[in-house]
């Protein structure tokens, strides 16, 4: 009985074991950009954050305006944040919504507006508080109604 030599051996196996290397190197690659990806779009905040859909402490989350710090009246709300919740956590991040008052009130319309800040804390919770701004100018709203 004659052995026929196996077709590649050594290299063959080299050859596999590298590509397999490849491709899973590939794969975590492309799920850290992913996330990466991910975080970027959520502001900065982690995979489980409120956003747009979102009620936080009675707030309803619109469309994404943009961060806090380059909102005008983000004073007014932190000293809104402040008002309800005198020794919070540090603050993280914020972020300021357009409300989206048909996720609480379907049918209703508000004059004015009020922008809703989204801020992120260092323990990990989320809180929300409000700026109107009417005729009368803006001011802080530390409790939705």
């Given amino acids: 009985m004659q052995l026929e030599p196996v077709r590649g051996g050594v290299q063959a196996r080299v050859r596999t074991r590298s590509l397999r290397l490849l491709a899973a190197t ?3 690659v492309a799920g850290l950009l992913l996330a990466w990806s991910l975080r970027s ?39 809104a944040l402040n008002s309800r919740l005198a020794s919070h956590a540090t603050i993280v991040s914020a972020m300021a919504y357009q409300e989206d008052i048909r996720l609480v009130h379907p049918d209703a319309q508000r004059s004015g507006t009020l922008t809703v800040y989204l801020f992120a804390l260092a323990d990990g919770s989320y809180h929300a508080a409000g700026v109107y701004c009417g005729v009368g100018g803006c001011g802080p709203v530390p409790v939705y109604n």
């Fill in 41 to 79: 779009a959520s502001g900065g905040a982690s995979a489980g954050a409120p956003g747009s859909g979102s009620i936080v402490d009675g707030f309803p989350l619109g469309v994404r305006i943009g961060p806090a710090a380059e909102q005008a009246d983000a004073s007014l709300a932190l000293q």
């Fill in 26 to 28: 590939v794969v975590i």
